[in-house]
Protein backbone atom coordinates (compact mmCIF):
# COMPACT_ATOMS: atom_id res chain seq x y z
CA UNK A 1 0.00 0.00 0.00
CA UNK A 2 1.52 3.69 -0.88
CA UNK A 3 0.92 6.39 1.39
CA UNK A 4 -1.08 9.09 -0.73
CA UNK A 5 -1.27 11.87 2.07
CA UNK A 6 -1.52 15.30 0.89
CA UNK A 7 0.70 18.33 1.13
CA UNK A 8 -1.80 20.11 2.68
CA UNK A 9 -0.10 22.91 4.41
CA UNK A 10 2.01 23.73 1.07
CA UNK A 11 -1.23 23.27 -1.16
CA UNK A 12 -3.39 26.31 0.77
CA UNK A 13 0.05 28.50 0.68
CA UNK A 14 1.13 27.65 -3.34
CA UNK A 15 -2.01 26.87 -4.42
CA UNK A 16 -2.75 23.92 -7.04
CA UNK A 17 0.51 23.78 -9.09
CA UNK A 18 2.60 22.58 -6.08
CA UNK A 19 0.33 20.19 -4.84
CA UNK A 20 1.43 18.04 -8.29
CA UNK A 21 4.97 19.23 -7.76
CA UNK A 22 4.82 17.86 -3.89
CA UNK A 23 3.67 14.66 -4.37
CA UNK A 24 -0.02 13.92 -4.62
CA UNK A 25 0.31 11.23 -7.22
CA UNK A 26 3.73 10.24 -9.01
CA UNK A 27 2.80 6.85 -10.90
CA UNK A 28 1.88 6.81 -14.76
CA UNK A 29 -2.21 7.62 -15.73
CA UNK A 30 -3.40 4.12 -16.24
CA UNK A 31 -6.79 4.09 -18.45
CA UNK A 32 -9.75 3.97 -16.87
CA UNK A 33 -12.41 1.02 -18.03
CA UNK A 34 -16.00 3.01 -18.47
CA UNK A 35 -18.02 0.01 -19.98
CA UNK A 36 -18.62 -3.34 -19.46
CA UNK A 37 -15.09 -5.66 -21.10
CA UNK A 38 -17.48 -8.30 -22.13
CA UNK A 39 -20.29 -6.19 -23.83
CA UNK A 40 -23.06 -7.56 -21.82
CA UNK A 41 -25.87 -5.39 -22.44
CA UNK A 42 -27.55 -3.30 -19.41
CA UNK A 43 -30.44 -4.61 -17.20
CA UNK A 44 -33.31 -2.13 -17.84
CA UNK A 45 -34.04 -1.19 -13.80
CA UNK A 46 -37.35 -0.25 -12.38
CA UNK A 47 -37.27 3.12 -9.76
CA UNK A 48 -36.25 2.32 -6.57
CA UNK A 49 -38.72 2.54 -3.09
CA UNK A 50 -37.23 1.06 -0.01
CA UNK A 51 -39.52 -2.17 -0.50
CA UNK A 52 -37.96 -2.57 -3.96
CA UNK A 53 -34.35 -2.19 -2.51
CA UNK A 54 -35.36 -4.87 0.33
CA UNK A 55 -36.55 -7.15 -2.42
CA UNK A 56 -33.21 -6.66 -4.62
CA UNK A 57 -31.21 -7.00 -1.27
CA UNK A 58 -32.98 -10.16 -0.89
CA UNK A 59 -32.26 -11.63 -4.40
CA UNK A 60 -28.79 -10.61 -4.44
CA UNK A 61 -27.91 -12.72 -1.21
CA UNK A 62 -29.77 -15.76 -2.71
CA UNK A 63 -27.61 -15.33 -6.25
CA UNK A 64 -24.25 -14.33 -4.80
CA UNK A 65 -24.76 -17.39 -2.61
CA UNK A 66 -25.65 -20.12 -5.38
CA UNK A 67 -23.70 -18.23 -8.47
CA UNK A 68 -19.94 -19.25 -9.47
CA UNK A 69 -19.06 -14.99 -9.11
CA UNK A 70 -17.04 -14.68 -5.76
CA UNK A 71 -18.81 -11.99 -3.14
CA UNK A 72 -15.41 -10.83 -2.01
CA UNK A 73 -14.64 -10.17 -5.44
CA UNK A 74 -11.90 -6.63 -6.50
CA UNK A 75 -15.02 -5.16 -7.92
CA UNK A 76 -17.16 -6.05 -5.36
CA UNK A 77 -15.07 -4.25 -2.72
CA UNK A 78 -14.82 -0.83 -4.82
CA UNK A 79 -18.64 -0.76 -5.55
CA UNK A 80 -19.10 -1.02 -1.63
CA UNK A 81 -16.64 1.30 -0.98
CA UNK A 82 -17.90 4.08 -3.43
CA UNK A 83 -21.82 3.44 -2.87
CA UNK A 84 -20.74 4.49 1.39
CA UNK A 85 -18.88 7.28 -0.34
CA UNK A 86 -21.79 8.62 -1.92
CA UNK A 87 -24.14 8.44 0.53
CA UNK A 88 -22.19 9.73 2.70
CA UNK A 89 -21.95 12.87 0.49
CA UNK A 90 -26.03 12.42 0.24
CA UNK A 91 -26.44 12.38 3.58
CA UNK A 92 -24.71 15.28 4.52
CA UNK A 93 -27.05 17.22 1.76
CA UNK A 94 -29.70 15.31 3.41
CA UNK A 95 -29.08 17.06 6.43
CA UNK A 96 -28.32 20.68 5.22
CA UNK A 97 -31.30 21.09 3.55
CA UNK A 98 -33.42 19.79 6.68
CA UNK A 99 -31.66 21.70 9.29
CA UNK A 100 -33.20 25.13 6.65
CA UNK A 101 -35.84 26.65 8.11
CA UNK A 102 -38.85 27.10 5.40
CA UNK A 103 -41.49 29.34 5.92
CA UNK A 104 -45.17 28.00 4.82
CA UNK A 105 -46.58 31.69 4.44
CA UNK A 106 -44.70 32.71 2.13
CA UNK A 107 -44.45 36.02 3.93
CA UNK A 108 -41.70 35.69 6.47
CA UNK A 109 -44.39 35.08 9.34
CA UNK A 110 -44.57 31.46 8.77
CA UNK A 111 -45.03 28.93 10.60
CA UNK A 112 -41.84 27.68 9.88
CA UNK A 113 -41.15 24.38 9.43
CA UNK A 114 -38.17 21.29 8.36
CA UNK A 115 -38.39 19.38 5.85
CA UNK A 116 -36.31 17.06 3.61
CA UNK A 117 -35.20 17.48 -0.19
CA UNK A 118 -38.17 16.73 -2.03
CA UNK A 119 -37.77 13.03 -3.91
CA UNK A 120 -35.28 12.74 -6.92
CA UNK A 121 -37.68 11.81 -10.06
CA UNK A 122 -34.45 9.79 -11.73
CA UNK A 123 -32.16 7.41 -10.49
CA UNK A 124 -28.63 8.04 -11.77
CA UNK A 125 -27.45 6.31 -14.05
CA UNK A 126 -30.95 5.16 -15.47
CA UNK A 127 -29.73 1.53 -15.48
CA UNK A 128 -27.56 -0.47 -12.96
CA UNK A 129 -24.36 -0.29 -13.92
CA UNK A 130 -22.15 -3.70 -14.92
CA UNK A 131 -19.07 -1.94 -14.80
CA UNK A 132 -17.91 1.26 -14.09
CA UNK A 133 -19.94 4.06 -16.33
CA UNK A 134 -19.25 7.62 -17.27
CA UNK A 135 -22.54 9.95 -16.58
CA UNK A 136 -23.93 12.51 -18.73
CA UNK A 137 -23.01 16.28 -18.27
CA UNK A 138 -26.94 16.84 -16.94
CA UNK A 139 -27.31 13.38 -14.94
CA UNK A 140 -27.64 15.31 -11.85
CA UNK A 141 -30.11 18.52 -13.10
CA UNK A 142 -33.11 16.45 -10.89
CA UNK A 143 -34.72 19.21 -8.51
CA UNK A 144 -34.12 16.47 -6.06
CA UNK A 145 -30.31 16.09 -6.64
CA UNK A 146 -30.27 20.07 -7.05
CA UNK A 147 -31.89 20.95 -3.51
CA UNK A 148 -29.01 18.08 -1.94
CA UNK A 149 -26.34 20.44 -3.71
CA UNK A 150 -25.34 16.65 -4.67
CA UNK A 151 -23.30 15.97 -8.22
CA UNK A 152 -20.09 13.68 -9.04
CA UNK A 153 -18.62 13.73 -12.85
CA UNK A 154 -16.84 10.77 -12.13
CA UNK A 155 -17.41 7.49 -13.29
CA UNK A 156 -19.57 5.16 -11.56
CA UNK A 157 -20.24 1.71 -10.28
CA UNK A 158 -23.63 2.04 -9.11
CA UNK A 159 -27.05 3.63 -9.32
CA UNK A 160 -28.36 6.00 -7.01
CA UNK A 161 -31.87 7.15 -5.67
CA UNK A 162 -33.29 9.44 -2.99
CA UNK A 163 -36.85 9.22 -1.86
CA UNK A 164 -38.47 11.27 0.93
CA UNK A 165 -42.23 11.33 1.92
CA UNK A 166 -42.25 15.17 1.97
CA UNK A 167 -43.39 15.50 5.53
CA UNK A 168 -42.24 18.46 8.37
CA UNK A 169 -40.92 17.92 11.60
CA UNK A 170 -40.54 14.33 13.70
CA UNK A 171 -42.77 12.79 10.79
CA UNK A 172 -40.38 13.43 7.82
CA UNK A 173 -38.11 10.22 6.46
CA UNK A 174 -35.91 10.27 3.63
CA UNK A 175 -33.91 7.44 2.31
CA UNK A 176 -30.71 7.14 -0.51
CA UNK A 177 -30.29 4.10 -2.02
CA UNK A 178 -27.07 2.50 -4.02
CA UNK A 179 -27.62 -0.21 -5.86
CA UNK A 180 -24.44 -2.06 -7.61
CA UNK A 181 -24.21 -4.75 -10.11
CA UNK A 182 -19.79 -4.96 -9.66
CA UNK A 183 -19.97 -8.39 -11.01
CA UNK A 184 -22.35 -8.55 -13.94
CA UNK A 185 -24.17 -11.28 -12.79
CA UNK A 186 -27.09 -10.04 -11.30
CA UNK A 187 -25.89 -10.34 -7.91
CA UNK A 188 -26.74 -6.95 -6.71
CA UNK A 189 -24.86 -5.13 -3.91
CA UNK A 190 -27.82 -2.69 -2.22
CA UNK A 191 -26.41 0.05 0.39
CA UNK A 192 -29.06 2.08 2.22
CA UNK A 193 -29.16 5.22 4.45
CA UNK A 194 -31.87 6.78 5.72
CA UNK A 195 -32.58 9.95 8.29
CA UNK A 196 -35.40 11.01 10.14
CA UNK A 197 -36.39 14.48 11.20
CA UNK A 198 -37.13 15.78 14.40
CA UNK A 199 -38.99 18.41 16.29
CA UNK A 200 -35.82 20.81 16.90
CA UNK A 201 -34.75 21.03 13.39
CA UNK A 202 -31.60 18.94 13.75
CA UNK A 203 -32.40 15.22 11.86
CA UNK A 204 -30.71 11.98 12.95
CA UNK A 205 -29.57 8.91 11.10
CA UNK A 206 -32.14 6.37 11.29
CA UNK A 207 -30.62 3.28 9.78
CA UNK A 208 -27.76 2.15 7.70
CA UNK A 209 -27.55 -1.05 5.52
CA UNK A 210 -25.80 -2.74 2.99
CA UNK A 211 -26.84 -6.33 1.95
CA UNK A 212 -24.61 -8.01 -0.50
CA UNK A 213 -21.49 -6.64 0.01
CA UNK A 214 -19.61 -8.21 2.45
CA UNK A 215 -18.74 -5.64 4.81
CA UNK A 216 -21.33 -3.46 7.20
CA UNK A 217 -21.98 0.42 6.60
CA UNK A 218 -20.12 1.35 9.58
CA UNK A 219 -17.75 -1.03 8.83
CA UNK A 220 -17.44 0.39 5.11
CA UNK A 221 -17.02 3.46 6.36
CA UNK A 222 -14.20 3.43 9.03
CA UNK A 223 -12.61 1.61 6.13
CA UNK A 224 -12.73 4.20 3.48
CA UNK A 225 -11.18 6.96 5.82
CA UNK A 226 -8.62 5.42 6.40
CA UNK A 227 -7.87 4.05 2.86
CA UNK A 228 -7.30 5.74 -0.79
CA UNK A 229 -10.68 5.75 -1.79
CA UNK A 230 -11.69 8.76 -0.13
CA UNK A 231 -8.72 10.43 -1.28
CA UNK A 232 -9.44 9.30 -4.82
CA UNK A 233 -12.83 10.62 -4.59
CA UNK A 234 -11.81 13.76 -3.09
CA UNK A 235 -9.06 14.65 -5.99
CA UNK A 236 -11.65 13.45 -8.93
CA UNK A 237 -14.40 16.23 -7.22
CA UNK A 238 -12.14 18.91 -7.36
CA UNK A 239 -10.85 18.42 -10.52
CA UNK A 240 -14.80 18.69 -11.72
CA UNK A 241 -15.26 21.95 -9.82
CA UNK A 242 -11.86 23.95 -10.71
CA UNK A 243 -12.33 22.67 -13.76
CA UNK A 244 -15.65 24.32 -13.82
CA UNK A 245 -14.32 27.60 -12.79
CA UNK A 246 -14.59 30.63 -15.23
CA UNK A 247 -11.76 32.65 -13.44
CA UNK A 248 -9.35 32.83 -10.80
CA UNK A 249 -10.74 33.64 -7.83
CA UNK A 250 -13.32 30.93 -8.04
CA UNK A 251 -10.54 28.31 -8.34
CA UNK A 252 -8.72 29.91 -5.59
CA UNK A 253 -11.77 29.14 -3.85
CA UNK A 254 -11.88 25.65 -4.97
CA UNK A 255 -8.46 25.40 -4.06
CA UNK A 256 -8.95 26.42 -0.14
CA UNK A 257 -11.74 24.30 0.07
CA UNK A 258 -10.11 21.10 -1.37
CA UNK A 259 -6.95 21.96 1.38
CA UNK A 260 -10.11 21.68 4.28
CA UNK A 261 -11.20 18.92 2.69
CA UNK A 262 -8.15 16.57 2.17
CA UNK A 263 -7.22 16.93 5.82
CA UNK A 264 -9.04 13.96 6.66
CA UNK A 265 -7.10 12.10 4.64
CA UNK A 266 -3.49 12.96 5.22
CA UNK A 267 -2.46 9.63 6.78
CA UNK A 268 -4.51 7.67 3.73
CA UNK A 269 -3.17 4.70 2.10
CA UNK A 270 -4.23 3.33 -0.98
CA UNK A 271 -3.42 1.07 -3.80
CA UNK A 272 -1.24 1.67 -7.11
CA UNK A 273 -4.29 1.87 -8.80
CA UNK A 274 -5.75 5.00 -6.30
CA UNK A 275 -2.10 6.11 -6.62
CA UNK A 276 -2.63 6.89 -10.51
CA UNK A 277 -6.67 7.75 -10.43
CA UNK A 278 -5.01 10.82 -7.62
CA UNK A 279 -2.50 11.76 -10.04
CA UNK A 280 -4.58 12.08 -13.14
CA UNK A 281 -7.25 14.41 -11.14
CA UNK A 282 -4.03 16.18 -9.82
CA UNK A 283 -3.11 16.59 -13.24
CA UNK A 284 -6.36 17.51 -14.43
CA UNK A 285 -7.70 20.17 -12.01
CA UNK A 286 -3.65 21.75 -12.87
CA UNK A 287 -4.47 22.00 -16.08
CA UNK A 288 -7.90 23.42 -15.71
CA UNK A 289 -6.05 26.14 -13.23
CA UNK A 290 -2.66 27.49 -15.39
CA UNK A 291 -5.55 28.04 -18.02
CA UNK A 292 -7.09 30.02 -16.19
CA UNK A 293 -4.12 32.12 -15.47
CA UNK A 294 -3.23 32.56 -18.48
CA UNK A 295 -6.51 34.29 -20.05
CA UNK A 296 -6.59 36.41 -17.03
CA UNK A 297 -4.33 39.39 -16.08
Not at 143 to 155: D, I, K, M, R, V
Not at 186 to 192: W, Y
Not at 202 to 223: H, L, N
Amino acid sequence: MRRLGLPLAALAAAGLPALLALGCGGARTAPIATADPLGAPAKPVTPVTPASASASASSSASAGATGSTSRDSEARRAAVAEAVLLLERLGKGMRAAYQQEIDTSGKGKGPFVHRFCASARTAVPAEIPRARVPLAGDAWSDAGWTCLGFSTTAPVRCQYAYLSNGATGSAAHATATARCDPDGDGALVVATLAMDGSGDGEPSEASTEIVGGGATYDEQRATNRRSGTGVVAACERYAARVCACKDNACAKRENERFAKEAETFKDAKGSDDDARRVEEAMKRATECVMTLANKQP
